[in-house]
DNA sequence: ATTTAGTTTAACCATTTGGTTAACAAAAGT
DNA sequence: ACTTTTGTTAACCAAATGGTTAAACTAAAT
């Protein structure tokens, strides 16, 4: 007989939501299948179709959730009312925690906005939500006139800020198979970045 | 008479490789349908079956084709001998160029690798030919002791270095769709990134 | 104790999908 | 000429997959 442990304080629509988190995130939303979700889940499949109707609606929900979690930190530095170099420090500290223990975020998000762009970036910025970059490539360009950094498309300086954050957790089994570097590294790595990168940003920008 | 080329249109063979090539790299492996292929190539589907003998037989095909676009940049920086800025720039260009290409290149490569990492990165490196990014390494630590950079961890210089490179290529739908920019507007940021990238890299380490 | 509403399951169904077969056409040998 | 090999197709098949149904179970409400 199987013994169920801690997951039997759980409800059956959190016991779900854990496994479809699961197994979307990491197999992808083609190759997930509903039976291995209820699988996942330790429930009949079936039961997936009546607290969801169907794969769609199950995806949407999870992934939502996820993508929550991950532009919410971009917006961040767009809302944020703060010195240039100390709203870098803030976003850049954020991310990598957030990163650090979801991992397969990026990838995860990223890649399913790529196969359906407006479907999916319209369902997460439903009405006016959507990120306004204005305010801070304006403190940019006024950072410039004032003369406290060097000249640079604030463009080109916000996706340099977003990529070197962002990548390693997209490209993390690239590099440590590459770099043959345990698990453990990267993650030490990655905790270092929190401090390398607006080191390495500001080094690049102050005048 | 005028004598005509041979093979004026593609062979079956270069028509369904480029078909698959579209459908894998569009879709994804799992979306992809060999019916979808079948399609865009105008054969049967049976067709495909005589030519590749089954679905993974030509995804690998596929795969190991990107993947030999998208790594050897890597590698290039490992192998090259040069200076260290000018090493730096020609990474860059390259990686540009090429990637401008085949925007898609980096995320179907790194989606499918994280899928199935063992899998993936056995295939692409059989034994010898992996990247040793050593020699980069130990030209970045003499530049320092040299005193001509100044003191940063070169495997965190290596990251930035590609982060910067390849991610805007990965996330571009989603800069486009935030950013609210056309796609000609993004294709001229990523040639400007030719020079900016080497400059905001430079600015950052040069002593 | 009986009803009722929500929960869960086994069995089933329809469609999609990768893959095969057999027939046939076009080249290539002989 | 005719035989063999290669290229191509329509029809078909079995397995996988998303989804449904009806019945059974459970716990609370009457």
Known sequence: MVKKKKQQTLSTEDKILAAARKVFTTKGKAAARM??????????????????????????????????????RINMIFELEAPLFEKI????????????????????????INHDPKRFLQKIWGKGTMPK????????????????IRKIQPMQLLMNMISLTIFPFVAEPMFTYVLRM??????ELMEQRKVEIPQFIIASIKK
Do not use: W
């Open 35 to 72: 039976q291995d979700i209820a699988d996942e889940a330790g429930i009949n499949k079936a039961l997936l179709h009546y607290y969801f109707r169907d794969k769609n609606k199950l995806f949407d929900t999870i992934f939502l959730a996820e993508a929550k979690k991950f532009f919410p």
């Open 89 to 112: 420090e803030k976003f850049v500290a954020e991310y990598v925690d957030e990163m650090r223990i979801n991992p397969y975020l990026p990838l995860f998000v990223l890649n399913e």
């Open 133 to 148: 970059p204005e305010k801070f490539l304006q403190q940019l360009d006024s950072e410039i006139k004032k003369g406290t």
């Open 182 to 187: 345990p698990d453990k590294k990267f993650d």
